[in-house]
C-alpha cells in the first residue's frame, strides 16, 4: 500500500484499486498527536510523581519513547484512514 514511510502507490497492488484519489490529509498525524500526547503527559506525570527522576531523565526518555511510537503508528493510522475512505465516501475515490 504504501511506497515510502507515508506515500501511497498509485495503486492497490493485490486488488487494483485506484489509491490516487484518496485524500486522509493530516488527519492520522492529528489524531496521533492527540492520543500519543496524552499517554505521554500522564505517563509523565506518574513517573515525576512516583519515581521524582531529575530533569535530565525526563528530557531523554520522553523523546525516545514518542518519536518511535509516532513514526510507527503513522503508517497503520493512514491506513485505516483510506479504509475508512473506501468505506464511507466511495464515490469520491472514483468506484
Known amino acids: 500500500m504504501f511506497t515510502g514511510l507515508l506515500t501511497l502507490r498509485p495503486a492497490c497492488p493485490d486488488c487494483g ?3 490516487t484519489q484518496s485524500d ?3 488527519a492520522g498525524a492529528v489524531g496521533l498527536i492527540m492520543v500519543l500526547g ?4 500522564i505517563l509523565a506525570f506518574w513517573v515525576e ?3 521524582e527522576p531529575p530533569l535530565w531523565v525526563h ?3 520522553w523523546p525516545s519513547i514518542t518519536l518511535p511510537l509516532a513514526i510507527l503508528l503513522m503508517r497503520p493510522m ?3 484512514l483510506v479504509a475508512l475512505q ?3 465516501r466511495s464515490t469520491e475515490m472514483g468506484l
Open 59 to 61: 528530557a531523554i526518555l
Open 17 to 19: 484499486l485506484d489509491l
Open 38 to 41: 496524552a499517554i505521554v503527559v
Open 78 to 80: 493512514k491506513a485505516a
Open 86 to 88: 473506501f468505506r464511507h
Open 49 to 51: 510523581f512516583r519515581f
Open 24 to 26: 486522509t490529509g493530516d
